[in-house]
């Protein structure tokens, strides 16, 4: 966030308190209803989500709520329930049967609604498509695809046989893909022979197969059929989608599975080179989904839902598909860019569609007040009562506009903080019930206990900045970093209290203000949240020390007015380099390559030497500064040389 953004928030004071019409049919309805219900949440939590739980089905009920071994949770012990059958089947077989669960609309303005009994069929053609093809409960299956509804189908495939789902973004290039798909050991990959993204094809078929040519585990590779770009089929190991699914019947029993059984990995950046895999089980998952989508967008039965989100990213997984469809809402899906064809494409969608609850990222919304309110205007926002937010700090400047131009100054807005790790929103407004302050994710949800703390544990003052935790375990927490338990232990759990206390450290730095309010002032560690997408630096600085001409990398964010956050990269050579504008071009591609474009670096600094301290450390904090500021006013005590960082504040950036 910007220095001038955070100003803004620390001085915001403006309060809005819920629209009392929106109030008398919201499911809590006042601050003292919330209060009440959330006291009852952490008084006894377990009974909380024992009653939370009953709206599900169980195959056979849990025996206990929660078995807490400090940092290892299990939720719903002993019970055994699907997933998919809680999302899909007891719709199908209900009164929703034809209702829209998923309303699909392509790039080009094609649309598709599959209703919950098309939606099952669908699902349970390709669950006997992974059994055929040998997936066993337990198997990693690989998902890079578009947005197309098949990616909903599949992930809920996958959940009805027990296997457990990996979902890559399809902006991932083929290194990046061919990492994560070995580190799951996937048996399958499913894609799309390729995407639409502005009107252009991404080639995903053919980037699956530069990456599963290294992937030894993957046996099949089934491809759905969206652009028919011309691609090539291996014949043995790849299918097409339309093709498998004529070969099998369309009846599947969801396979009942623990309630610990993981649903899925989901690979997310950390502050080392190499992405964990956040690993998510079903039980409680599924209740912190379902009841967090219905209690924070207030859903009714006959709400249409938008969330701009991609399914490849977790606010796709819980606020896409598993969450919406837990509670048999109709989702809106939209393939392609916000801009194609034109800048009004959303509200677009909005009006047609007539949704009435929509969900999106800051980046987003500063996108749209940069494109202008014409486009907005042009279109039916009548329909809207609910808006949403997440993924990064709003400044208090979009969220008035967000409100006033998108919302007609009608509509609540949710902004809620949440992470891959938490699976389900932690803190957020209830729209009904939480007076709203613009920059501020208000309140904790039901069983959630957040604290802003100091290094030793203390709590902060309240407006004394800090780090955030949370202090209670909560169902759709991550269980562990696929096949690195330690990694869990020590990234989440050691930092404050120590491995035992119990106490989860979320990477952010926020303050709680006079009123309990939380604001979230950003990441604290080495992530970085450019443009709504989560970053490690330290994977964007391998990728440029892969390229021959780069001895050192060292990748910081800065603050940038419309992406929250932007990447330099300050780059020394190896003897022989020319520090060229085209070697700055090489190198942006280097990352796009081994990455994917969304990570290329914004600015790329040749330095003739990195400031490091004595022992050899790289000083980020004293980067982050020149990148933000072109200046250092912080300690230089322990810098090894400080002629280094004379060089780099007197040079221009270009
Ligand atoms: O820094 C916080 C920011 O996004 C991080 C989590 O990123 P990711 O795992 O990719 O999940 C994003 C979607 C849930 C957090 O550590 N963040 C998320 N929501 C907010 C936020 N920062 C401020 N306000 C939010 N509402």
Redesign the pocket.
């Known amino acids: 966030m910007s220095q001038q953004s955070i100003e803004s928030l620390l001085k915001e004071s403006r309060v809005f308190p819920p629209d009392e019409e929106f109030a008398t049919r919201a499911h809590v309805r006042s601050f003292e209803q919330y209060r009440e219900l959330y006291d009852k949440s952490v008084q006894d939590p377990e009974g909380f989500w024992m009653d939370m739980a009953r709206g599900f089905h169980w195959f056979s009920q849990p025996r206990d709520v929660l078995q807490w071994d400090p940092p290892d949770a299990r939720w719903f012990v002993g019970g055994s329930t699907n997933i998919t059958y809680n999302a899909v089947d007891r719709h199908a077989q209900s009164l929703r049967r034809n209702k829209a669960a998923i309303l699909w609309e392509g790039e080009f303005g094609e649309t598709r609604t599959l209703t919950y009994q098309q939606l099952h069929r669908e699902v349970c053609l390709f669950a006997n498509v992974l059994r055929k093809l040998g997936v066993r409960t337990g198997d990693r299956v690989a998902i890079y695809m578009g947005m197309v509804p098949e990616i909903a189908v599949a992930m809920l495939a996958c959940a009805r046989i027990g296997a457990v789902h990996t979902v890559i973004f399809g902006g991932f290039a083929a290194d990046a893909l061919r990492d994560r798909v070995n580190d799951a050991k996937a048996s399958i990959v499913v894609t799309c022979d390729g995407a639409y993204r502005r009107g252009q094809v991404i080639p995903l078929k053919s980037i699956v197969d530069k990456a599963v040519a290294q992937c030894p585990s993957v046996r099949h590779v089934v491809v759905y059929k969206r652009t028919a770009e011309p691609v090539s089929m291996e014949p043995g190991r790849d299918h097409y989608w339309h093709e498998v699914v004529q070969a099998v019947n369309a009846s599947s029993a969801p396979l009942p599975v623990d309630s610990e059984q993981p649903l899925f990995i989901l690979y997310?950046?950390g502050t080392t080179g190499k992405p964990k895999g956040v690993v998510h089980t079903t039980g409680g998952y599924m209740v912190a989904t379902a009841i967090t989508h219905k209690y924070i967008f207030d859903l009714h039965e006959n709400d249409t839902y938008f969330c701009t989100?991609d399914v490849g990213?977790?606010?796709g997984h819980?606020y896409v598909v598993y969450g919406p469809l837990l509670n048999g809402a109709t989702v809106v899906m939209y393939e392609g860019a916000p801009d194609y064809p034109d800048r009004g494409r959303l509200w677009s969608i909005c009006e047609r569609w007539g949704v009435t609850i929509f969900y999106t990222?800051?980046t987003a919304i500063r996108a749209f007040m940069r494109w202008g309110e014409q486009w907005p205007m042009k279109h039916d926002l009548s329909g809207l009562r609910l808006l949403g937010?997440?993924?990064?700090?709003?400044n208090p400047e979009a969220w008035m506009w967000y409100q006033r131009v998108i919302g007609n100054g009608r509509c609540p807005i949710v902004?809620?903080?949440?992470?891959?790790?938490?699976g389900a929103?932690m803190?957020?407004p209830l729209p009904g019930a939480i007076p709203t302050k613009p920059g501020s994710?208000t309140v904790p949800f039901f069983g959630v206990v957040p604290d802003v703390v100091r290094k030793d544990g203390t709590s902060c003052a309240p407006n004394e900045g800090g780090y955030?935790v949370l202090k209670r375990p909560w169902p759709s927490m991550l269980r562990t970093v696929y096949g690195d338990h330690d990694r869990y232990v020590n990234q989440y759990w050691a930092e404050i209290g120590g491995s035992e206390g119990g106490i989860y450290f979320?990477?952010?730095g926020a303050r709680r203000d006079e009123d309990g309010y939380f604001w979230?002032m950003?990441?604290v560690d080495d992530?970085v949240?450019v443009a709504?997408?989560?970053l490690g630096t330290a994977e964007i600085e391998s990728a440029l020390v892969a390229h021959r001409a780069v001895a050192e990398a060292a990748v910081v964010g800065r603050p940038d007015e419309m992406k929250g956050q932007a990447l330099c990269a300050f780059v020394t050579l190896r003897p022989g380099n020319q520090a060229t504008p085209q070697l700055k071009q090489d190198l942006a591609e280097q990352v796009a390559k081994e990455i994917g474009r969304f990570a290329r670096p914004d600015v790329i600094r040749f330095a003739d030497a990195l400031p490091k301290t004595r022992s050899g450390k790289i000083m980020r904090r004293l980067l982050k500064e020149i990148a933000s500021n072109g200046q250092v006013t912080g300690d230089t005590t322990t810098l090894e040389d400080l002629s280094v960082v004379a060089r780099l504040t007197a040079e221009p950036e270009e």
Request: charged share 15%.
């Open positions: 997310t950046s989100a990213w977790i606010t819980s990222a800051p937010t997440v993924g990064e700090p709003i902004d809620t903080w949440w992470q891959t790790e938490t929103v803190i957020s994710v955030l979320t990477g952010d979230i950003g990441r992530v949240n709504g997408h989560r």
